[in-house]
């Protein structure tokens, strides 16, 4: 297999197959029985690191999980002492490295002389102490007594009462950002700090005055502090009112639990809710904060034998996306895996109105969210990639055909005023949100329109409904990211490492919504893929892209994104290229292998802080790229 260099193409379809028919054979075995697949959704050790702090900041001695978790900590340590959040980050990340150091502390199994720990305390000091760590990380280490809070948070948590046609309100923020900032908000408000006998003390770690080092950004935390000082006395806000927006603060979380005791199924904000509501007079035993500690409990996973607590859990999106890929490759929609995963989906359909209807309001509820156990936050992602799964049942089967008309119109109602498709809510664009001093704001605060849902959207609408080319939304989507394309052909992916993921949807939906592969915009694109394939016939993009704003190669191929690349090189070509067939020749050669970049990760959530490996990928793209091959070049 190694040996087919560029490949011919009748040794490529030979080989083809049986990789085809493995790769099914085993997402088929991976099935659970409720017909899902419940794949971990890997983000380093960050939720580990938290999970241990909550239970010992709660005297909450689960000591078997918190001797997992710590054993899972220190077996990412790298040997200079540091954590990294992804294999070619340049020595270690900060933030990483002191929440695994603080956590493995405070878990009391390893000690503070050990000598990984005295590695550890050198990185961070070397790199500029507990200040330079991330603002989330600060915020933890506030709230736990390892760091002062600031004087003023630059978000006033009057900001909630603030009605729709304010420049800025709530709303304005995305809704990933609202689940977090509203314990947020309530913690900095409080200037909240949980310790106990057992809290270490991390006061070698800090360099400087840690109050002035919250945010990086003094001037505008300053600039924003007025405007929280000058509110209240130009509107004359009483303590009534600022009590009230505690309140309506602590009812918007209340009203976002979801049936699993969690704060709208994130990790992140459930651990802020926990000490949040204890900020606010609830006791430990509380049943609310007893049913969240359940839910996030309820996330763990084994990876290689070790204990992980995810951050959510990704099933709906793995079972949707391995139900459509499984449906192309060849297995029909009446096989027992489809039927099963299928009714898993429909199942799955939300009926709830959730604050998405704020933005998008009259109409009924029809998408689909990430995780089992989100009920009230659905994705444009998450929906047009059930609706692929569902697509072939939809005039077989009357329930079918109605969560099919639901979802479409919810798709279709989702679409910004630009033209583009957001992930989760409607025209969350609020470019004065972009002022405030919130390291990694541009990930977290806003939700605007993307390549990568643009593209993934256009590509389900032009392939899977009978909408006309010209309909009007199509060409808005076209003329989005024809005007959104890099100077160098390629287009940034929100969601994804980062460069070949936008590329790849954007070109497949751009075809797939009428624009002819010929077409400069696709050539262009084409040419760009073409220019960074590896030697080996692969592709590689670094999780440094992000930072950068620009395409940053890995060194190494990784089979993820060379399934992307391909998947978009087979939908722009008549014939099988040179390009193409030494790409197929890596997958086959490559998709058993089990070394650094099968493990990489190629998901993004908040950039140079939140990244994803998806255990599914390396099974779902390759089959999706080696079926979408052998389908189109079968004959060729």
């Given at each position: 297999?190694?040996?087919?260099?560029?490949?011919?193409?009748?040794?490529?379809?030979?080989?083809?197959?049986?990789?085809?028919?493995?790769?099914?054979?085993?997402?088929?075995?991976?099935?659970?029985?409720?017909?899902?697949?419940?794949?971990?959704?890997?983000?380093?050790?960050?939720?580990?690191?938290?999970?241990?702090?909550?239970?010992?900041?709660?005297?909450?001695?689960?000591?078997?999980?918190?001797?997992?978790?710590?054993?899972?900590?220190?077996?990412?340590?790298?040997?200079?002492?540091?954590?990294?959040?992804?294999?070619?980050?340049?020595?270690?990340?900060?933030?990483?490295?002191?929440?695994?150091y603080y956590s493995l502390l405070y878990s009391g199994y390893v000690s503070k002389e050990d000598a990984r720990m005295l590695a550890a305390k050198k990185f961070i000091l070397t790199n500029g102490g507990l200040e330079q760590s991330h603002l989330f990380t600060k915020i933890m280490l506030a709230?736990?007594?390892?760091?002062?809070?600031?004087?003023?948070?630059?978000?006033?948590?009057?900001?909630?009462?603030?009605?729709?046609?304010?420049?800025?309100?709530?709303?304005?923020?995305?809704?990933?950002?609202?689940?977090?900032?509203?314990?947020?908000?309530?913690?900095?408000?409080?200037?909240?700090?949980?310790?106990?006998?057992?809290?270490?003390?991390?006061?070698?770690?800090?360099?400087?005055?840690?109050?002035?080092?919250?945010?990086?950004?003094?001037?505008?935390?300053?600039?924003?502090?007025?405007?929280?000082?000058?509110?209240?006395?130009?509107?004359?806000?009483?303590?009534?009112?600022?009590?009230?927006?505690?309140?309506?603060?602590?009812?918007?979380?209340?009203?976002?639990?979801?049936?699993?005791?969690?704060?709208?199924?994130?990790?992140?904000?459930?651990?802020?809710?926990?000490?949040?509501?204890?900020?606010?007079?609830?006791?430990?035993?509380?049943?609310?904060?007893?049913?969240?500690?359940?839910?996030?409990?309820?996330?763990?996973?084994?990876?290689?034998?070790?204990?992980?607590?995810?951050?959510?859990?990704?099933?709906?999106?793995?079972?949707?996306?391995?139900?459509?890929?499984?449906?192309?490759?060849?297995?029909?929609?009446?096989?027992?895996?489809?039927?099963?995963?299928?009714?898993?989906?429909?199942?799955?359909?939300?009926?709830?109105?959730?604050?998405?209807?704020?933005?998008?309001?009259?109409?009924?509820?029809?998408?689909?969210?990430?995780?089992?156990?989100?009920?009230?936050?659905?994705?444009?992602?998450?929906?047009?990639?059930?609706?692929?799964?569902?697509?072939?049942?939809?005039?077989?089967?009357?329930?079918?055909?109605?969560?099919?008309?639901?979802?479409?119109?919810?798709?279709?109602?989702?679409?910004?005023?630009?033209?583009?498709?957001?992930?989760?809510?409607?025209?969350?664009?609020?470019?004065?949100?972009?002022?405030?001093?919130?390291?990694?704001?541009?990930?977290?605060?806003?939700?605007?329109?993307?390549?990568?849902?643009?593209?993934?959207?256009?590509?389900?609408?032009?392939?899977?409904?009978?909408?006309?080319?010209?309909?009007?939304?199509?060409?808005?989507?076209?003329?989005?990211?024809?005007?959104?394309?890099?100077?160098?052909?390629?287009?940034?992916?929100?969601?994804?490492?980062?460069?070949?993921?936008?590329?790849?949807?954007?070109?497949?939906?751009?075809?797939?919504?009428?624009?002819?592969?010929?077409?400069?915009?696709?050539?262009?694109?084409?040419?760009?893929?073409?220019?960074?394939?590896?030697?080996?016939?692969?592709?590689?993009?670094?999780?440094?892209?992000?930072?950068?704003?620009?395409?940053?190669?890995?060194?190494?191929?990784?089979?993820?994104?060379?399934?992307?690349?391909?998947?978009?090189?087979?939908?722009?070509?008549?014939?099988?290229?040179?390009?193409?067939?030494?790409?197929?020749?890596?997958?086959?050669?490559?998709?058993?292998?089990?070394?650094?970049?099968?493990?990489?990760?190629?998901?993004?959530?908040?950039?140079?802080?939140?990244?994803?490996?998806?255990?599914?990928?390396?099974?779902?793209?390759?089959?999706?790229?080696?079926?979408?091959?052998?389908?189109?070049?079968?004959?060729?």
């Amino acid at each position: 297999m190694n040996d087919l260099g560029e490949g011919d193409g009748d040794a490529l379809k030979y080989y083809t197959k049986p990789v085809i028919i493995h790769l099914i054979q085993q997402l088929q075995k991976d099935q659970v029985t409720d017909g899902s697949w419940d794949y971990p959704f890997d983000t380093g050790i960050s939720t580990d690191a938290y999970m241990i702090i909550l239970l010992r900041s709660l005297e909450i001695n689960d000591e078997n999980l918190i001797y997992q978790l710590t054993e899972r900590i220190v077996s990412k340590q790298e040997d200079n002492g540091a954590w990294k959040l992804f294999h070619d980050e340049d020595g270690g990340n900060l933030s990483a490295t002191v929440e695994a150091y603080y956590s493995l502390l405070y878990s009391g199994y390893v000690s503070k002389e050990d000598a990984r720990m005295l590695a550890a305390k050198k990185f961070i000091l070397t790199n500029g102490g507990l200040e330079q760590s991330h603002l989330f990380t600060k915020i933890m280490l506030a709230l736990t007594g390892q760091y002062p809070w600031p004087a003023y948070f630059p978000i006033p948590i009057e900001i909630i009462l603030f009605p729709p046609h304010f420049p800025v309100n709530f709303y304005d923020f995305s809704v990933y950002a609202r689940a977090n900032l509203a314990p947020i908000m309530i913690l900095a408000n409080n200037k909240y700090v949980k310790t106990t006998e057992r809290s270490p003390n991390l006061s070698d770690l800090v360099l400087s005055d840690a109050t002035d080092a919250f945010f990086n950004m003094q001037d505008v935390q300053e600039f924003f502090s007025l405007i929280d000082h000058d509110l209240k006395n130009l509107l004359g806000l009483p303590q009534t009112i600022h009590s009230l927006a505690i309140n309506r603060t602590k009812q918007y979380m209340l009203d976002h639990i979801e049936p699993d005791g969690t704060l709208y199924c994130y990790f992140s904000s459930t651990f802020l809710m926990i000490f949040a509501l204890l900020s606010l007079g609830h006791p430990t035993n509380d049943s609310l904060i007893v049913k969240a500690i359940q839910g996030l409990k309820a996330m763990k996973c084994t990876i290689r034998g070790h204990t992980h607590i995810q951050y959510t859990t990704a099933t709906v999106w793995n079972t949707s996306l391995i139900s459509y890929v499984l449906q192309v490759a060849g297995v029909p929609p009446t096989e027992s895996v489809i039927q099963k995963a299928n009714q898993y989906l429909i199942a799955k359909q939300q009926i709830e109105y959730g604050d998405w209807a704020i933005h998008d309001p009259g109409v009924p509820p029809g998408g689909w969210g990430f995780s089992a156990s989100n009920t009230m936050n659905p994705d444009v992602d998450d929906s047009t990639t059930s609706l692929r799964a569902i697509s072939q049942l939809v005039w077989l089967i009357p329930t079918f055909h109605q969560a099919w008309n639901k979802g479409i119109r919810w798709v279709m109602s989702m679409q910004n005023r630009d033209g583009g498709w957001p992930a989760f809510e409607k025209n969350v664009d609020n470019e004065l949100l972009n002022l405030l001093p919130i390291e990694g704001g541009r990930f977290l605060l806003t939700d605007p329109s993307s390549a990568d849902l643009t593209g993934r959207t256009l590509e389900f609408l032009g392939g899977y409904t009978n909408l006309s080319k010209n309909y009007d939304a199509m060409r808005r989507g076209v003329d989005w990211l024809v005007h959104h394309q890099e100077k160098d052909g390629s287009w940034y992916g929100r969601w994804g490492i980062c460069y070949i993921y936008g590329t790849w949807a954007a070109i497949t939906g751009l075809i797939s919504a009428g624009v002819h592969p010929e077409s400069p915009v696709i050539q262009k694109a084409v040419n760009w893929l073409l220019t960074i394939q590896n030697p080996d016939g692969g592709w590689g993009e670094s999780c440094k892209s992000d930072l950068a704003s620009h395409y940053v190669p890995l060194g190494s191929s990784n089979i993820t994104q060379t399934a992307w690349a391909l998947d978009a090189l087979i939908a722009a070509s008549e014939k099988v290229t040179k390009e193409i067939k030494t790409g197929i020749s890596y997958l086959l050669a490559s998709y058993n292998k089990n070394d650094w970049t099968h493990s990489y990760p190629v998901g993004q959530g908040m950039g140079g802080a939140f990244y994803i490996h998806y255990h599914s990928y390396p099974y779902i793209f390759p089959l999706l790229a080696l079926a979408q091959y052998q389908r189109k070049f079968s004959e060729s």
